[in-house]
Nanobody, 120 residues
């Protein structure tokens, strides 16, 4: 089995910072693209930041200059550093990864989500 586990969410005041972590485990041959998504109350899940296996990144317009995505391939982890947080950043944040399993086939995986709440 392949599992993704997020951590680092919590309650923070506007202007504060949080660092989210996501650890992949299981019978993994290769982790390809990874990303962070969020879902606010009453809204659809949206891409916040993505990073390719080669390290190229992209961000939602609303977080450019405030959030930074990174990865550590040796540890099979991806991170999201969130600075200058705003109340609109509130939501459940999900880790996503495209993974090739040891068996040789490709699938997408989701973590269970971690709550981020930003108070004004």
């Amino acid at each position: 089995q392949v599992q993704l586990a997020e951590s680092g969410g919590g309650l923070v005041q506007a202007g504060g910072s949080l660092r989210l972590s996501c650890a992949a485990s299981g019978s993994i041959l290769r982790i390809n693209d990874m990303g962070w998504y969020r879902q606010a109350p009453g809204k659809q899940r949206e891409l916040v930041a993505g990073i390719t296996s080669g390290g190229s990144t992209n961000y939602a317009d609303s977080v450019v200059g405030r959030f930074t995505i990174s990865r550590d391939n040796s540890k099979k982890m991806v991170y999201l550093q969130m600075n200058s947080l705003k109340p609109d950043d509130t939501g459940v944040y999900y880790c996503n990864a495209a993974i090739t399993r040891v068996g040789g086939w490709f699938s997408g995986y989701w973590g269970q989500g971690t709550q981020v709440t930003v108070s004004s």
